[in-house]
């Protein structure tokens, strides 16, 4: 999310939840863990391609914004309210 926030597409390795910070072609790019090989094109093709760079960044920077604390703050307090309505 940093990086998104700095309006720089993301690459990273697919482990963990990190398909759930990104989307893989649109915020930036997910390679699989240990592939050197596939590493080295991705970064090569995205410094070679100003416009999808910058097309990234900018997805990048519009997804990391759902993730204020005033949003979870704002979500947690809607998941109360319509527990207790339901109560």
Do not use: H, W
Request: aromatic share 6%; glycine share 8%.
């Amino acid at each position: 999310l940093e990086a998104e926030e700095f309006v720089i597409p993301v690459v990273a390795s697919i482990i963990c939840a990190v398909g759930v910070m990104m989307f893989d072609g649109e915020t930036g790019r997910l390679i699989n863990s240990g592939d050197s090989a596939e590493l080295g094109k991705v970064l090569g093709d995205l410094l070679l391609d100003d416009a999808t760079r910058a097309i990234m960044a900018k997805k990048a920077r519009e997804f990391s914004r759902r993730f204020t604390l005033d949003g979870a703050i704002n979500k947690l307090e809607s998941a109360y309210l319509d527990l207790t309505e339901q109560a």
